[in-house]
């Protein structure tokens, strides 16, 4: 049965004053090469107590192409911005907050569940800087390629480390008080909802191709709105799952700006800074991982200028969950 689930915990390293919630798609049914799988928890895996938020399956009629043909809901009720893309398609969900999860069944309103047919990420919406009260990192930052804006091991957290605080002000970021928003939820600076993408098997090889000219725009007309643009461009994106590690597998994502790629809280790609389209891949059986063991893979992405948003990723993983959107703290 595919479920949400949630993971509340009080972050020690941060003095127990910072909350964490994870809502989790998990027992995927999904396309291939995604592997169905209860488990979220393996070597580097996510930590806690995870409780049921009581979603049922609820089939659809969309063909999943994943393994064993299973039907389900694309896309999932009441999701919204519903778009085609190269190859996958992409949805919005509910904007996460205080009301977004009923306290006392923990269901997602106005969600409706679902077989695994997607991963499910976080979205963030940011004003621009050049706006009333916008975000200094995002439009008006310098252009270019920055590798080192974030360290090469994730927090405790799970969030990006921020190591860039010797190069301000001449970097694009504004030091680690602004950056440490990118992707924790924070009232009145940004605006969080969760996000799915829908993958396609293409050879078998996991696909999605947001890109020119179908591009990458979940919050169009969400969030503070597209600020006078044709298009909502200031957010980031947030991705955490799981793999289990087989050997010859790879990982490869092309989009702009920033994209880090974190395996097994290792930093493995690093695209940082505000710049066109690039791409990098992984090979897997280069990080000295051991075979059958299942490992952690985070995407973090950002999106801080106008113009254009790609972002596609191809992989041969086969992922043990469907994603798990850790919404801040």
Known sequence: MTRFQMLSRTMGALGGAALLAIVALVACGGPVPIAGSSSLIGSGGSQGTHTDLGLNTN??????PGSGGATAQWPPAGYTNDTPVAVGRYALGPEITASTVDPTTGDINGTAASNCVAFLGVVRDFKMGNQTGGHPDFETAPTGDEPGIVASTLGADNKP???????????????????????NSV???????VLALQLE??????????????SFFPLDGA??????QNHNFSFT???????????GENFSF???DDVWVFINKKLVIDMGGRHAQETKSVAIDSLGLTKGNVYDLAVFHAERHTNQSNFEIQTTLAFT???????GR
Do not use: K
């Not at 480390?161 to 992707?183: E, I, K, M």
């Not at 098997?201 to 179908?214: E, I, K, M």
């Open 59 to 64: 089939p659809g009629t969309s063909t999943n």
């Open 161 to 183: 480390v921020y190591a860039a605080t010797l190069r301000q002000p001449t970097g694009s970021t504004t030091g680690p008080d602004n950056f440490n928003q990118w992707y």
């Open 187 to 193: 009232s009145g600076v940004n605006m969080p909802y």
């Open 201 to 214: 098997n293409v050879g078998g090889v996991a696909s999605f191709q947001a890109t020119q000219p179908t």
């Open 223 to 228: 969030g503070f709105g597209n600020e006078g």
């Open 237 to 247: 994106t947030e991705i955490h799952t799981a793999f289990q590690y087989s050997g």
């Open 254 to 256: 092309s989009g702009d």
């Open 321 to 327: 969950n469907c994603g798990e959107a850790i919404i």
